[in-house]
């Protein structure tokens, strides 16, 4: 970028100009500066404290470089509008286009994240069959007998997304979580963005559905999951919701599409199993992840909503796939993976566009519990049955004996 006239500036730098802004100080952020024959990018520090003319007077004939999907009004105001270039900064999508070496970095990386989530499965299984006579994660009873007394070991929001990140800091290259974990039981998971306190949050309760949305950084790649399981009896209800919502990730994540297709335009598939029921849910369906970088990154995402960007999904681009449904007051739904963007296997390729498809990189099971097997077609359960024997072959060598059995168990093929 250097021979090209780009100079990339600190984070901190960028930081401070947030607060000059706030007093009015901030002058300009970046400019582009060259003949028209021979344009040169020179994205530095150029903010400057108002306090003489010659600094305005310097930037006269500069043209600032404004990116449409990043650049806040209270900024975009202080300029002149024949001064501005909207264009999408170069650096987004360089970062979006994963490497060789940063693609099998977030392979590997979501090979041990989906053994810690593995992990945390056997041991939450345990403990709440242990703490509060749950049928568990496999069985359904009718009723579940409350074995918790005051007094005894409890087990709260917080305290079992603690314990996951146990387990992530026990793995290879670990360097922290990528966000703050939603934990939430309940009513609790109905809430979208729920964020647990210790001093309030809630007990989990073998009767309820659980969701968890987390992620860690890796130095070879940083992951994103979101799992929602139940350690009583769901009601029919619930599992027609899950099996809406698993419907909805399968057919996004087998999608072919020509090249040239953005988010938006894939977004429908995700949703389309849930709207058959008359369900939906207010959240866009995907967002690209950072190589050990930022755990939402651009330019693309997959969104019902228009975007300023408007970029279109390319090879080794990586992006989540998680549709979800969210009823107030009872539960919420969520299921995510990550997926990359791949060259697709296809018949023809009309128009010579090119063809692409996803790959999944996230490595955990679903629960088959939840699962009303009798809303799933044919080709959904031959899905499904691949992707736990991959679960099993990938998993496997990460795990003690003990939990490959019960990594078996929840991996076992269902029946058409």
């Not at 509008?81 to 490497?99: F, G, I, M, Y």
């Not at 939430?184 to 998971?189: F, H, L, Q």
């Not at 963007?341 to 490595?363: D, P, R």
Request: net charge negative; with cysteine.
């Amino acid at each position: 970028m250097e021979e090209n006239g780009i100079i990339v500036r600190d984070y901190g730098d960028v930081s401070s100009d947030v607060v000059l802004l706030a007093s009015n100080q901030l002058t300009s952020c970046s400019s582009t500066k060259g003949s028209k024959g021979n344009p040169k990018i020179d994205v530095r520090n150029a903010t400057y404290i108002g306090n003489s003319a010659s600094h305005a007077v310097e930037f006269v004939n500069d043209l600032i470089w404004v990116d449409p999907g990043a650049c806040c009004f209270a900024l975009y105001s202080k300029l002149s509008a024949d001064k501005v270039l909207l264009q999408q900064s170069p650096l987004a999508l360089a970062k979006a286009l994963k490497n060789p070496v940063e693609i099998e970095g977030l392979k590997k990386a979501h090979f041990r994240d989906g053994a810690a989530v593995v992990q945390y499965h056997v041991w939450l299984d345990k403990q709440m069959q242990e703490i509060y006579g749950a049928s568990g994660y496999f069985m359904e009873a009718e009723s579940t007998k409350q074995k918790k007394q005051l007094g005894t070991k409890r087990l709260t929001e917080v305290s079992v997304s603690d314990k996951l990140e146990e387990f992530r800091a026990s793995k290879e290259h670990f360097r922290g979580l990528s966000f703050r974990t939603t934990s939430s039981v309940g009513s609790n998971a109905a809430i979208i963005h729920y964020k647990p306190e210790a001093e309030t949050c809630a007990e989990l309760d073998p009767n309820c559905i659980y969701l968890f949305d987390s992620g860690a950084q890796y130095l070879d790649g940083t992951t994103d999951i979101t799992r929602t399981i139940h350690f009583g009896k769901p009601s029919p209800h619930e599992k027609s919701c899950y099996t809406a919502v698993l419907k909805g990730h399968i057919s996004l994540g087998n999608a072919r599409f020509p090249n040239g297709t953005n988010g938006q335009a894939l977004d429908i598939l995700a949703r389309i199993p849930l709207w058959k029921d008359g369900l939906d849910y207010r959240h866009g369906t995907g967002h690209g992840i950072g190589s050990y970088l930022n755990v939402h990154e651009g330019p693309h995402n997959i969104s019902f909503r228009p975007s300023a960007r408007d970029v279109p999904l390319q090879v080794s681009m990586a992006v989540t796939d998680e549709p979800g449904y969210y009823e107030d007051g009872n539960f919420g739904i969520r299921i995510e993976n990550v997926l990359i963007v791949k060259e697709g296997n296809t018949k023809f390729n009309f128009g010579n566009k090119g063809y692409l498809s996803f790959e999944h990189i996230t490595w955990a099971p679903y629960q088959r519990k939840l699962i009303d097997v009798s809303l799933l077609v044919p080709e959904e359960i031959e899905w499904l049955n691949e992707y736990h024997a991959k679960c099993r072959e990938i998993l496997t060598p990460y795990l003690n004996k003990s939990e490959m059995e019960w990594l078996k168990k929840a991996t076992e093929p269902i029946a058409a």
